[in-house]
């Protein structure tokens, strides 16, 4: 028996593995098509409109609906051109593509599409938010809609942090993040990434995986090219192979992936006595012609050790000013039901409260009317009941009469007004506000008495009690 590394729990005995299935599960397949190409080429022409280079020839597969589809192939294998004229940016030279039933160029399908180029071209001078606020109302969302969708799509994707600096300060993999925002901001049907990883560390690598296989279970028909060839097997339900722009393999990744010639059989930690029986009993039953061929430890992918350790470190909340891990899938993206359960949950609360009557409507103008008019009584006198603020006149008049060498007024005439010599005549209950409750002062030979009466009066009198000084 050939010895090898000991795998707690993996023995590929006569063989390798068998399909470990795709980690999607066995989902039901509509028969409804969502794309369909048929005999499709394309052909780029030279200057003198000689065939330069055929890109794509005689392609054909469809592509149901809730279906994650691969599209991959080497390097020049026509995959970039398909995508072009899968969404009306590039006319075959012939064949037909039919996108929803009717053609790509239509402008009704190209709203119920999204779409990731494979380089994320931005307008650098907007923020994150601009630039998602800006592609949603290229699709006509109204304020409320889009403010919520760009809310969720960034939490989705791990960038509210950095939402409103300019995208040009974007690393490569925050910018890619923002691109597959605006992919999904008008919640499409069918939805087009390209090369969707580019950029992306490891955990955004896993981010951005769980969220096309959860959006394939929420109903979206996903269609996935790549070269990273890892991400295309953990996601997709079926797949082609191009080469020369034309199908070199079509099927699932079971039906492609499967390996004929060898059996893997998962246990627990064997020792090596139970390990040497097994293979005896193999030998004998094959009449020696099977035997384990290796025996190893299993052991994590560099992938889940590099996961591992960034969530330890965001346990210990270590700062950073990357992007983050998002939050839950957007809750827009869960489908027509979803959204519509939503929505109608909204319109009935809004239906539960009844709307004013006219009366009660007559009626809270006329109580707000009455309020404001209380207010403004309440104000008014309150101004009355202050009354002129008579300290100011009174200091005046001190210091009148201090530069003429008279007597300062009391300290109490500051609280009642200027309190003079004399008393206030008898009819001074009909004089205005501004008299009552005080005193004149007593006449004085070098007094001016005509500035005294504009500060009393406010100027009323000015004229007549205005005398020239008596001799």
């Known amino acids: 028996m050939q010895a090898s590394p000991i795998?707690?729990?993996?023995?590929n005995v006569g063989a390798t593995s068998a399909a470990q299935g795709s980690s999607r599960g066995v989902k039901a397949r509509s028969n409804e098509d969502v794309l369909v190409c048929t005999q499709l080429s394309r052909v780029f022409k030279d200057f003198?409109?000689?065939?330069?280079?055929?890109a794509v020839n005689n392609l054909s597969f469809s592509i149901q609906r809730n279906?994650?589809?691969?599209?991959?192939?080497?390097?020049?294998?026509?995959?970039?051109?398909?995508?072009?004229?899968i969404l009306g940016l590039l006319r075959p030279t012939s064949g037909r593509v039919a996108l929803f039933g009717k053609a790509p160029t239509d402008v009704a399908v190209k709203k119920r599409v999204g779409y990731l180029p494979e380089e994320s071209y931005m307008y650098g001078f907007l923020n994150g938010r601009e630039t998602l606020q800006y592609y949603a109302k290229l699709f006509e969302l109204d304020y409320r809609t889009r403010e919520r969708r760009i809310d969720e799509l960034l939490d989705m994707l791990g960038i509210t942090h950095a939402q409103y600096r300019p995208v040009r300060e974007y690393s490569k993999g925050m910018q890619r993040r923002i691109g597959i925002?605006?992919?999904?901001?008008?919640?499409?049907?069918?939805?087009?990434?390209?090369?969707?990883?580019t950029g992306l560390d490891p955990l955004g690598t896993r981010q951005?995986?769980?969220l096309i296989i959860e959006l394939g279970r929420r109903g979206k028909t996903v269609l996935l090219s790549s070269h990273l060839l890892a991400d295309v097997e953990d996601c997709v339900d079926r797949l082609?192979?191009?080469?020369?722009?034309?199908?070199r393999a079509e099927g699932t990744c079971e039906t492609l992936l499967e390996a004929?010639?060898?059996?893997?059989?998962?246990?627990?930690?064997?020792?090596?006595?139970?390990?040497?029986e097994i293979d005896r009993v193999i030998r004998n039953r094959s009449n020696g012609e099977k035997s384990i061929r290796r025996v190893a430890r299993p052991r994590q992918t560099l992938e889940a050790l590099f996961i591992d350790i960034v969530e330890r470190a965001k346990q210990e909340q270590l700062a950073t000013s990357g992007a983050t891990s998002g939050g839950a899938t957007a809750s827009f993206l869960g489908g027509a039901a979803a959204a519509g359960s939503g929505e109608q949950l909204i319109d009935a609360l809004v239906q539960a409260t009844s709307a004013p009557t006219p009366a009660d409507m007559a009626g809270g103008a006329a109580g707000g009317a009455a309020s404001q008019a209380d207010q403004l009584a309440a104000k008014l006198a309150g101004k009355e009941a202050a009354g002129p603020d008579t300290g100011v006149i009174g200091d005046l008049l001190s210091d009148v009469q201090r530069d003429l060498g008279e007597p300062a007024p009391q300290a109490g005439g500051r609280a009642g007004g200027y309190s003079g010599g004399s008393s206030a005549p008898a009819g001074s209950q009909n004089q205005n506000p501004t008299q009552a409750g005080r005193k004149a002062p007593a006449p004085q030979d070098n007094i001016d008495s005509g500035v005294i009466?504009?500060?009393?009066?406010g100027g009323k009198d000015s004229s007549s009690g205005g005398g020239a000084k008596q001799s």
Do not use: C, H
């Open 7 to 11: 795998n707690t729990g993996s023995l």
């Open 48 to 54: 003198w409109q000689r065939d330069a280079a055929r």
């Open 67 to 85: 279906e994650v589809f691969g599209l991959l192939g080497p390097n020049g294998s026509g995959k970039s051109t398909t995508i072009k004229m």
């Open 181 to 197: 925002a605006q992919a999904l901001i008008n919640d499409p049907e069918f939805l087009v990434l390209d090369e969707p990883t």
């Open 208 to 210: 951005i995986k769980d």
């Open 240 to 247: 082609v192979i191009l080469y020369g722009g034309q199908v």
């Open 260 to 276: 004929q010639e060898r059996t893997t059989i998962e246990v627990d930690q064997l020792d090596e006595g139970t390990i040497g």
């Open 453 to 457: 009466d504009m500060l009393l009066e």
